[in-house]
Every structure is written in C-alpha cells, then in structure tokens.
C-alpha cells in the first residue's frame, strides 16, 4: 500500500489590483478601512468610451459604458491601481462599498502593462436615470485622491471638471456650484486624450 503523497504547504494570499475611481482614491479612505496598499499608481481605462458619472443612489460616482442622456459624466476618467495584500483587503472593502459589485476591467497604469484590475461598480439596480450632485464632501474625497497620487498630471482637465461640479453641502440640501452650467439639458461629456496621457505618463 503506497503512502499518499505529503500535503503541500499552505500559500500565503496572493496580491490583488484594484482599480479604484472614487473615495478609495483617498489615502483617508483607505485608512479609516484599515486598508494598507502595497503600491498604488496612477491608471486609466483601457477603454476610452466608459464614462465617471455621479450616478450611484445618492450622487456617488460609478462607471457606465456610454453617456447619461443628461446630467455631468467625464469619459475615461483616471484613477488609481491599488495593490492589495490580499483578497481578505479586498472583501473588507467590499464589506462597506453597498450597492456596489465587483467585476473586472482592463486598466494601464503610468508604469507597466494593461492589466485586469477589479472594481467596484453600482448594481444596475441602483444606477440614476440621471446623475446627481454629489456631497461636497464625498467630492472633495476624490480630490484628495487626484493630489496625493498626481493625476492632475495625468488630466488636468478632470482635475478641473470635479472642482467645478455642482455639489451638495450635505444630504438633501440644494446643490452649489463654482461654474455656471453648460448647456442645460445636455450630457457635458469631456473626452479622453490619449496623446495627453502619454506625456503625463512619462513626468510621474
């Protein structure tokens, strides 16, 4: 009778990217979820058509594959690729991101290859027939997270279009703004520049 094989030794919890785009772009966010990454690095989508919207129940940001019929969206938006100990930091997040379901996108960061990432988006459920004013603060939160991780280099022009969204002072109050609106009615959609990422890439 043949004796089995010895068990292999347990292996330890492999890193995992994840491509954030909102409040976890903010090292306060992450830090209030006892979340510490191991690198994180300024990224865009890989595809150019998926637009930021503030159209998650509530006014908070999400991802859509086109356009709103009305409302503010900013087309291939960057972010963030986190690298996560483990799949254990990624479920505490989870845990506190509701109405919001992990999927997987194809994302470039500033250094490296495309890669798949996850990322959180909104249940179909959940998602605006229009975007909404977000809070000032959960606005501000994403500002954060442009400065600290340097995308204002990467698109200056996002940098610019979130500081000049209408915001909410907090829940149910009337939105403000800093800028007069663009045509009212009409989606004001800003676009990608490719070429504009490149050279940024190359000054972070």
Known sequence: MQRPPPLSPPVASAPVLLYSYGALMAPSALTKRSVAPLRSAPASLADCNTCLAFAHRGGYATLLSSPPASGAAYRAPPGVLHTLHSPADLQRLAANEVGYRLTTLQVTPCDGPPVAAAVFLSSPLLVLRAPAPPRRRYRDLLLEGCTHHGLGQLDPE???????????????????SPQQSREPGRANVWRCNAKQHAAACILL
């Not at 996002?158 to 000049?164: D, I």
């Open 158 to 176: 996002y940098v610019a279009w979130l500081e000049g969204l209408q915001v909410r002072r907090s829940a149910g109050s009337a939105a403000t």
